[in-house]
């Protein structure tokens, strides 16, 4: 049986409970697929949590985007930063998915113990992705190759934070 996993997109308010950011770069044009919705659907599959699942996408719900970057850069930053989990998917393409602020989050949000990185080795610029994945084992964070790997990688860190909360409060009854 599968949990209840909630969309909450850029701007939107963001409830409590356990969560999944959804990092990585985003799409500049129309002609470009994001990977955000595969994503959604792999953690709507295997989330069997006792609480809904809420996945925070940085994307904006019915394509309307942001005029002030400054609102956009506050609930990114608040969001990655309440999460649960960080998953970080980075596709590399220079043409299509550069991903340049996405290594800038990925450097800030490293050492949370909270991320999770995928890189696919076959994607147009794997070279790119080269630091990161030295970053990311430095650190000690999941390194994952598959979209679906990473999606388990990160709902393990949602798994061990619900066993960790639920220890903490048994100690202190």
Do not use: K
Request: proline residues 9%.
């Amino acid at each position: 049986m599968t949990g209840t996993v909630r969309q909450v997109w850029a701007r939107e308010e963001i409830p409590s409970g356990p969560s999944v950011f959804l990092a990585g770069p985003t799409p500049r044009a129309a002609r470009v697929a994001s990977w955000r919705p595969q994503a959604v659907d792999l953690l709507a599959e295997r989330w069997d949590g006792p609480q809904p699942l809420t996945v925070l996408l940085p994307e904006d719900r019915g394509g309307f985007r942001a005029a002030d970057y400054d609102h956009q850069f506050a609930w990114e930053t608040a969001a990655r930063a309440g999460a649960t989990a960080i998953l970080f998917w980075i596709p590399r393409d220079l043409r299509t998915l550069p991903g340049f602020t996405t290594n800038v989050e990925f450097g800030h949000d490293v050492t949370t113990g909270r991320t999770v990185l995928g890189c696919p080795p076959d994607c147009p610029n794997p070279e790119r992705n080269r630091y990161l994945l030295h970053l990311a084992r430095h650190y000690g964070a999941p390194v994952r190759e598959t979209l679906p790997e990473t999606v388990a990688a990160a709902l393990a860190l949602v798994t061990a934070a619900a066993g960790a909360d639920a220890s903490a409060a048994e100690r202190r009854r």
